[in-house]
């Protein structure tokens, strides 16, 4: 299939870096609640990329839950290719994409488990399926079946149905904690502009702009 001819326009009328907060936390805060109130799909959904020990890399879809100063947070199985491949290498990008706004935005740092205090918080927020759900699941592994995951899942909610779901060991956060963050916004006749903050020693950030 040739898809030469398939291109889309980029209308907005462009970034500079008067326009951009010198924290990029707040700057991702601010463009993240614009991207909620385009009501895009699922803005808080990013490609998660890590490489382990085979040097291959692998990238998936996961769900922003937490962000601050202190890094973007995700939450998994700790048994997972992702959590393997982070144990191997705790390094990861991520990559919010949110092209209804013709905008994205490219973060790169290291990784490590959030306290469990912190991942119980979450997981009692979570609505009982999707408790019941972080058991079930050997994320990762080879499953026969769909029927079979269904079974062990009835199977969980009727153990479970009086009391509460116990927090699983096995399950948590992590963060990303960030030592370069792109601003990316399209520009017209692919004259985007992009815009990097890079983490220094003192912990302050520097902005640069980089070519499309």
């Given at each position: 299939m040739d898809l030469t001819s398939l291109r889309a326009k980029y209308t907005t009328k462009g970034l500079d870096i008067k326009d951009l907060n010198q924290d990029p936390f707040m700057q991702f805060e601010t463009w993240f609640n614009e991207a909620i109130n385009a009501k895009l799909t699922e803005p808080n959904a990013f490609s998660l990329a890590t490489v382990g020990s085979d040097m291959m890399p692998s990238i998936r879809t996961v769900l922003l839950k937490i962000f601050d100063e202190k890094g973007f947070v995700f939450f998994t199985n700790y048994k997972s290719t992702k959590a393997k491949q982070i144990e191997e290498n705790p390094k990861a990008a991520a990559l919010f994409a949110w092209l209804d706004l013709e905008r994205q935005v490219k973060i790169?740092?290291?990784?490590?488990?959030?306290?469990?205090?912190?991942?119980?918080?979450?997981?009692?927020?979570?609505?009982?399926?999707?408790?019941?759900?972080?058991?079930?699941?050997?994320?990762?592994?080879?499953i026969t079946s769909r029927?079979?995951?269904?079974?062990?899942?009835?199977?969980?909610?009727?153990?479970?149905?009086?009391?509460?779901?116990?927090?699983?060991?096995?399950?948590?956060?992590?963060?990303?904690?960030?030592?370069?963050?792109?601003?990316?916004?399209?520009?017209?006749?692919?004259?985007?502009?992009?815009?990097?903050?890079?983490?220094?020693?003192?912990?302050?950030?520097?902005?640069?702009?980089?070519?499309?």
């Open positions: 790169e740092g290291s990784i490590e488990k959030i306290s469990s205090t912190e991942s119980l918080k979450y997981f009692l927020s979570r609505p009982k399926g999707s408790q019941i759900g972080a058991w079930v699941s050997h994320q990762s592994e080879v029927s079979l995951l269904e079974q062990k899942f009835d199977e969980i909610k009727k153990k479970f149905l009086k009391g509460e779901v116990p927090f699983p060991s096995f399950w948590g956060g992590y963060a990303i904690k960030p030592i370069r963050i792109e601003f990316w916004q399209g520009g017209q006749d692919r004259l985007h502009d992009r815009f990097l903050y890079e983490l220094q020693k003192d912990n302050t950030w520097t902005i640069s702009r980089l070519a499309p």
